[in-house]
Nanobody, 127 residues
Framework: QLQLVESGGGLVQPGGSLRLSCAAS????????IGWFRRAPGKEREGVSC????????VYADSVKGRFTISRDNAKNTVYLQMNSLKPEDTAVYYC????????????????????WGKGTLVTVSS
């Protein structure tokens, strides 16, 4: 079965850090651009970040730029999202997604042509 599985969510205080992981099973991430989306309560889905197949291109939403870092380890078939200086407005369910090819950019962050979605992991930033 082809799937993406997120982990690493939880409760953290404002200013804290979390690292999310997205592991693929049933397929190899080498051939995919991978990224992260989030959906906060009562809000629309937001594209957070993506990373190209080579790892050389990384794109971030303005809301997380300078605080979040995306990376990938193709040997482990896993993508990570390091989240620092977390704010209450970062509270959301975070989803990873994969698209065939190397198109990391605006189209990906708009959620266009996504091949696979994970089921999400909840991040709560609260004191």
């Amino acid at each position: 079965q082809l799937q993406l599985v997120e982990s690493g969510g939880g409760l953290v205080q404002p200013g804290g850090s979390l690292r999310l992981s997205c592991a693929a099973s049933g397929f190899t991430l080498d051939y995919y651009t991978i990224g992260w989306f989030r959906r906060a309560p009562g809000k629309e889905r937001e594209g957070v970040s993506c990373i190209s197949r080579s790892g050389l291109t990384k794109v971030y939403a303005d809301s997380v730029k300078g605080r979040f870092t995306i990376s990938r380890d193709n040997a482990k078939n896993t993508v990570y999202l390091q989240m620092n200086s977390l704010k209450p407005e970062d509270t959301a369910v975070y989803y990873c997604a994969a698209v065939t090819g190397s198109g990391c950019g605006g189209a990906f962050l708009r959620g266009e042509n996504i091949d696979y979605w994970g089921k999400g992991t909840l991040v709560t930033v609260s004191s």
